[in-house]
């Protein structure tokens, strides 16, 4: 499993994960685990599409959501997470999300 790294050297990610506590900074590793486990087997409740190749892993009980691309090799690259109050996502979070999905993939495209 991979992290995305912003070209100031941020990992959104990785620094949502960090600010976690309690129940959910343990629902969140499980997530993470069964992700690195499962990869594209990986299916509702845990994992939900949001279409052009972005998913988001989910926990329901404590609202984490991971969100992350899969590659080729069944590597899932994270991008961002968040704690959701409600069942859509933000339209600002998603076009920042679909911002980071571009990055990733011209990462890609320059063999990175």
Known sequence: MLTYR?????EPATAYVASLTGKA???AAALLL?????????KLPH?????GGLFELRD????????YLLQPGNT???LDGMTKKRDDIP??????LRKLQRAVRAEMKKGR
């Open 6 to 10: 912003t070209p100031d050297g941020n």
């Open 25 to 27: 900074a343990v629902r």
């Open 34 to 42: 069964f992700l690195q486990e499962r990869g594209y087997e990986l």
């Open 47 to 51: 994992s939900r599409a949001l279409g």
């Open 60 to 67: 329901v009980g404590t609202g984490v959501r991971l969100f």
């Open 76 to 78: 899932a690259v994270l």
């Open 91 to 96: 339209a600002a979070t998603l076009a920042r």
